[in-house]
């Protein structure tokens, strides 16, 4: 089992940056992919980012791509999303989410049996 913490949402207004973290704990978080998640409200969960185990690959949602960018601190057990220019559509629950399959490493979308934690609110003000 891998438990997920997220931390780092709140409220900011059009424009800002904001840093999302999520700390891991349970298992060998170098085993993993790991990324993020969002709901926004009325709306389906949608894949935002993903990194591979050794944090060499990353892939991004098109609505985010060279505004949010995903890193990963494996001495830490921590993932991180750097999110800039943020827009109101950016508001949504994000969540922390692992690859339930080891020492796998892809581009897929998340499931839901994958690892995922609780969400921490990300809210833009226009």
């Known amino acids: 089992q891998v438990q997920l913490v997220e931390s780092g949402g709140g409220l900011v207004q059009a424009g800002d940056s904001l840093r999302l973290s999520c700390a891991a704990s349970g298992r060998t978080f170098i085993n993993y992919d790991m990324g993020w998640s969002r709901q926004a409200p009325g709306k389906d969960r949608e894949f935002v980012a993903r990194i591979t185990r050794s944090g060499g690959i990353t892939y991004y949602a098109d609505s985010v791509k060279g505004r949010f960018t995903i890193s990963r601190d494996n001495a830490k057990n921590t993932v991180y999303l750097q999110m800039n220019s943020l827009k109101s559509d950016d508001t949504a629950v994000y969540y922390c989410?692992?690859?339930?399959?080891?020492?796998?490493?892809?581009?897929?979308?998340?499931?839901?049996?994958?690892?995922w934690g609780q969400g921490t609110q990300v809210t833009v003000s226009s």
């Open positions: 989410v692992a690859d339930r399959r080891p020492y796998y490493s892809g581009s897929g979308n998340w499931r839901e049996n994958d690892y």
